[in-house]
T-cell receptor
Framework: DTGVSQDPRHKITKRGQNVTFRCDPI?????LYWYRQTLGQGPEFLTYFQNEAQLEKSRLLSDRFSAERPKGSFSTLEIQRTEQGDSAMYLC?????????????FGPGTRLTVT | SQKIEQNSEALNIQEGKTATLTCNYT??????LQWYRQDPGRGPVFLLL?????KEKRKERLKVTFDTTLKQSLFHITASQPADSATYLC????????????FGDGTTLTVKP
């Protein structure tokens, strides 16, 4: 297994456009998380899935953001009508949750720049 | 809500010295706490997990302590090397059965040769 992968690594888009990011987790992991990180800040939780079910979504996440994990494997994060404030690194992580403490394995991130 | 505070300033030390990073938290009693390393432009990498009933955990040159009374964890790197230069993040697990972890803003460590 090569770890968590994300695509694309970089995305430049104009304000108002829609963008979609993909995350492929470690294959046996049942949980998948999306975070957003800006310079000098720690990762900020956006949402997470257990298998295909989206179990929690941050209250900070506007209706322009949507995420899916249709078959419990890869996930997509879509941002509609992008704004300059959406510029950030979008990180995906996965973990194998079995009820106890767990570590998260992060992907390399997708850096979004909204012009 | 949970709040995490890490060293607010960057930490610069000389090679061979011990680096000590601090993580303080409030409004929470976590069952465990985690430390991650993040290099510029890359995702965080898990380093260590320490449980509430463990006072200290070691891994090679890394040592983590966890004081639940002080609500504080200390992260030590002994015999530091320039390759240890990175940002180190402290993370708290969910306070419920939810999946959300809370990360601190990290401390950037620079080890000078």
């Amino acid at each position: 297994d090569t770890g968590v992968s994300q695509d694309p690594r970089h995305k430049i888009t104009k304000r108002g456009q829609n963008v979609t990011f993909r995350c492929d987790p470690i294959s046996e992991h049942n949980r998948l998380y999306w975070y957003r990180q800006t310079l000098g800040q720690g990762p900020e939780f956006l949402t997470y899935f257990q298998n295909e079910a989206q179990l929690e979504k941050s209250r900070l996440l506007s209706d322009r953001f949507s995420a899916e994990r249709p078959k419990g494997s890869f996930s997509t994060l879509e941002i509609q009508r992008t704004e300059q404030g959406d510029s950030a690194m979008y990180l995906c992580a996965s973990s194998l949750f079995a009820g106890g403490p767990y570590e998260q394995y992060f992907g390399p991130g997708t850096r979004l720049t909204v012009t | 809500s949970q709040k995490i505070e890490q060293n607010s300033e960057a930490l610069n030390i000389q090679e061979g010295k011990t680096a000590t990073l601090t993580c303080n938290y409030t409004n929470y009693s976590p069952a465990y706490l985690q430390w991650y390393r993040q290099d510029p432009g890359r995702g965080p990498v898990f380093l260590l997990l320490i449980r509430e009933n463990e006072k200290e955990k070691r891994k090679e040159r890394l040592k983590v302590t966890f004081d639940t009374t002080l609500k504080q964890s200390l992260f030590h790197i002994t015999a530091s090397q320039p390759a240890d230069s990175a940002t180190y993040l402290c993370a708290l697990p969910p306070d419920t059965n939810a999946g959300k972890s809370t990360f601190g803003d990290g401390t950037t460590l620079t080890v000078k040769p």
